[in-house]
């Protein structure tokens, strides 16, 4: 499969300055690519375009020649967002967080070092770096094609990131997904992705 | 105490106890309401004593029947205007934050329409509509109190709706209905709850006042209002046990239900499991 962004172009008020104008890009199944630029550049607006959160103002995004937007049910691009805590509900315990994406497998909780005990509790009871195993836990789906790590690992620390990572580029492996890494970590970049494209 | 039970334990108790104390009062009131109408002039104007705790009035009634009944009134008007006006507020905030920008107009200005009419003068109009009594006050309160709620409701859809958990679990293929019931739902539930409290000493006060200026209901009837606003004819005569016991009663049911409302909220916040 393959994902494009064709001459995208997006402002968040319409007589407010373009975060992002005229971006190409594109991301093939197995493939890691790294997206660097410094800080206001759009790199997570890209990545919420990308995975469909947004509408560009001009362009498109294709998956395999098809407007993203025309794909119902489950995103087969799913976004790993910059702060975990976001992105799970606060009323809801984290197993039933889970079982939002899937049912996921054992082998997957475990690759990720999620502990049993965690999932009957609440978001407030974990930190950062708990919860984002979740995140990226539930990201896997089946269906998932494509998957945009956003910042994942910026507030882990390091154990925690080489823990995730290796699960992923393991995974991605297995089941040919196409990765988007955006990072300010530069060596981080150059071991992880096949190549890297600058905003 | 401290030591037997944690927060959350004493929270279920006490909640549970107010929502006792209010069924019993009114279920009492309910039972008493042929007594409270007796009248004899044989025992007038008693003080509070052991057969007659809260004293009798200047026809003989005994005043703790009437106190009872009256508050048993104002509970199933106070219940039965709450739940309408939240009801109606849930609707109208959720139909305003998700069916669109024009409904989102025609909604909001609606509750601007309702909210600059003065309260009472439309709850005596509604009330006036609706043939006064029971009916009237009921339909005249709940119809006029669901505009701050519903505004309220509003803004919390509006930002649920565009949370990063809603959007990702919109992406992860949950049907509107899953979201709904998992994550709008469960965060609705406290302010709704509070709001419906809240609005219960408002539909009593309004209850009264509309009753006190022979809008609402009858005067034969003991409501709490009705008591009050007799009572004070007859305080300058140093009867101060017709309006003394009628009042705390009322001031302790509202507290009872501001006590329920508050326990109920920290046995819902997850925040507080530990407690």
Known sequence: ?199 | MDRLLNQRQRALLLSAFAALALLAVTVAGFLLSDAAMVTDFSRKNLAPCLAYPFGTDWMGRDMLARTLTGLSLSIRIGVLTAAVSAVVALAVGTAAATLGRRVDAVLSWCIDLVMGIPHILLVILISLAFGKGFVGVVAGVALSHWTSLARLLRGEVLQLRSAPYVLTAEKLGRTRLQVARDHLLPHLLPQFLTGLILLFPHAILHEASVTFLGFGLSSEQPAIGVILSESMSYLTTGKWWLAFFPGLMLVATVALFALLGDRLRRILDPATIHQ
């Open chain 1, 1 to 199: 499969m393959i994902l494009e962004a064709r001459d995208l172009t997006f402002r968040y008020h319409p007589k407010g300055p373009a975060v992002i104008g005229r971006v190409d890009l594109t991301l093939k199944s197995g493939e890691r690519l790294g997206l660097t630029g410094p800080s206001g550049r759009g790199k997570t607006t890209l990545c919420r375009l990308l995975a469909g959160y947004d509408r560009p103002d001009a362009g498109e995004v294709l998956l395999d020649g098809r407007p993203l937007s025309t794909y119902r049910g489950y995103c087969p691009v799913q976004m790993v967002w910059q702060h975990p805590e976001l992105v799970v509900d606060p009323l809801r315990t984290l197993g039933a967080t889970l079982a939002e994406g899937w049912a996921v497998e054992e082998r997957v909780l475990a690759g990720l070092h999620i502990e049993p005990g965690w999932l009957t509790r609440y978001p407030s009871e974990l930190s950062g770096g708990e919860l984002q195993r979740f995140c990226v836990a539930r990201a896997l789906g089946p269906a998932t094609r494509f998957l945009l790590c956003d910042e994942l690992s910026a507030m882990l620390d390091l154990i925690t990131q080489a823990q995730i990572w290796s699960f992923l580029l393991e995974e991605a492996e297995r089941r040919d997904l196409g990765l988007l890494i955006v990072s300010h970590s530069s060596p981080l970049l150059e071991r992880l992705c096949t190549r890297t494209q600058a905003l």
